[in-house]
């Protein structure tokens, strides 16, 4: 099993940036198998939506409404996951989750919330006008 646990949450006003961290607690051997790493979020009232995600070989891809904007990365070392987000606008108020598959990303169909094999509680972004 791994543990996966978001930081970096909070509230500030348009234009500003926060940097959420994502951790991964458990045995060595099922994290390294971790292949697919990716950003969800969720609004009130609206469905999970896929962010950022990035593959254990550093491939990246990010939704429409954030390119440019926010940037994923990781630290395999230290088993960590972060999303540098700029910009930031009313609209990206969310819950933001990090997850991870054992199998590689290859297109956001395919990387949807149900075939995510683990999760956080996630890290509440909140941004004002």
């Known amino acids: 099993q791994v543990q996966l646990v978001e930081s970096g949450g909070g509230s500030v006003q348009a234009g500003g940036s926060l940097r959420l961290s994502c951790a991964a607690f458990g045995y060595t051997y099922t994290i390294n198998s971790l292949n697919c790493m990716v950003w969800f979020r969720q609004a009130p009232g609206k469905g999970r939506e896929g962010v950022a995600r990035?593959?254990?070989?550093?491939?990246?891809s990010y939704a429409e409404s954030v390119k440019g904007r926010f940037t994923i990365s990781q630290d395999i070392a230290k088993n960590s996951l972060y999303l540098q987000m700029n910009s930031l606008k009313p609209e990206d108020t969310a819950m933001y989750y990090c997850?991870?598959?054992?199998?590689?990303?290859?297109?956001?169909?395919?990387?949807?919330?149900?075939?995510?094999?683990?999760w956080g509680k996630g890290t509440l972004v909140t941004i004002s006008s």
């Open positions: 997850a991870a598959r054992t199998w590689a990303c290859v297109d956001w169909v395919d990387t949807s919330a149900g075939a995510m094999n683990y």
């Open positions: 990035i593959n254990r070989d550093g491939e990246s």
